[in-house]
């Protein structure tokens, strides 16, 4: 995260489909290009923005489906701050905490950059399209370091300040988003403290005043849960962006 330059998260994409034709046939409706650079159009805003295309893209998701989660980074310190994942995709909130009574209030200037800088965050589906010489070249690009700095932006605080939380990032690509909505999840179940190993009275307690058995155990897991040799609790966070174009 804090190893890329910021601006980078506006080009930070990746074509997850490119097509090239005839223009006439792939997207009459696209001019020519006067030079070689690409347009680029915001994607997954609109329902029908890719009405056009629909043809060309129903065929697509069966060959992109990357159903395995891909590792990007290990072990990456997550910063204190959200502004410090990213300034472009966690742009400092314009809040001020007061020192003294912890109060915090909303500074009007910051209020003003804080939501140009929402507007100009980088979306997670763009395509690019030029057509030269008759010829159409389409490629449909998705940003992975944004999704991964707002999902990481999430996590930001929800440990105490004195740890030092480390995060490990991935993402995949699924293109049947009934199977999202369907995956099944693992079953709840209330744990119970009976095989925990009790503790002894605390010392202090009145005279004559002691724990059940089943305190002393609950008091036992306490001290456990407190232990330098407790089980790290790994907290997810997931970022989802949806082209409902591609999906099926
Ligand atoms: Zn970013």
Redesign the pocket.
Known sequence: ?GA?A?E??HK?YSALLAVSGPSAILCPQLEPNTSLDWEIQKLGRFPGELNDLNWVLQRAPMQMAMHDWKQISTDTTLPPSRDQ??????PKLPIITDPKSGARSEKAQEAARYERSIKLQ?PSYILLSRVIDEQAELRFSVNI??M??HACGRLVGLVHASDVPKVDISWRLVTNTLDLAKRSLRAFTLSSNTEDTAAENPPGFEKGVTLDEEQRRSLGWMIAQESEEIDPFTEEEVDEAILPAMAC
């Not at 994942?85 to 966690?90: A, E, R």
């Open positions: 995260m890329h910021a980078d998260c930070a994942i990213c300034s472009i995709c966690q980088p370091r944004t991964a700095h």
